[in-house]
């Protein structure tokens, strides 16, 4: 997660992520808020409502004096949720805590199945799929590019691709995969015969003959009963 973000949340929930930054020999917490930026709104409705509930939690009426009090930090019925790992698993959330009771554990739980919806990159609707071996949640744009990317295109030309479909790079490449068409070379009805035909046809469409013409099948004329 961005810095901006975490140090967000951490502003926010200080009692929470109180361990932001600490001792790596001591907690996990050394390393920070360890998932992507499409989770953040998501850990910050978490976050808030368990503060809430552990703040109401800490909070008790006192019939003899008609006043409220705090609980305070080290009475045995004192709560509160302390961030142990934050971290991306098999493509969904992982939130680890010191301390909370079972309302704040079901919180978490939600928290970790939603996240299996939700795009950990943007925040958009997703479903978790698995990719070279890898599971995560993103949803199509973000899964797009994300292969587009591992065959070593930039951030721009990715971004060309999902919304400039005519340009000279994108017609080089597989609008199914985002590989080049050459590569898909030997494999029956592939992408790279489709780019023959296609340039064929444009040729032909321009007045312009290449020397190995696409073979489109005629049509066959069903005879009238």
Sequence with gaps: MKLELQNDLVKAYPKIFKNVGGDETKTCMAHGIQCNDGWYDLLDTLCYTMQRHCNVTNTRYIIETDKYEFVEEGDPEYVQVVAAQVKEKLGTLRFYVDGGDVSTEAMIELAEAMSGRICELCGSPAKTSRDSGWLHTTCVDCNKRIRLERQGWKSGSAEEFLTDTDSA?????????????????????????????RKGLKEAKEGKFSKNPPKIKPTK???KK
């Excluded at 994108?170 to 489709?194: F, R, Y």
């Design 169 to 197: 790079s994108v017609q080089s490449h597989c609008h199914s995969c985002g590989v080049p068409w050459e590569s898909h070379m030997g494999i029956a009805g592939t992408c790279a015969e489709n780019a023959q035909l």
């Design 221 to 223: 004329k069903k005879k």
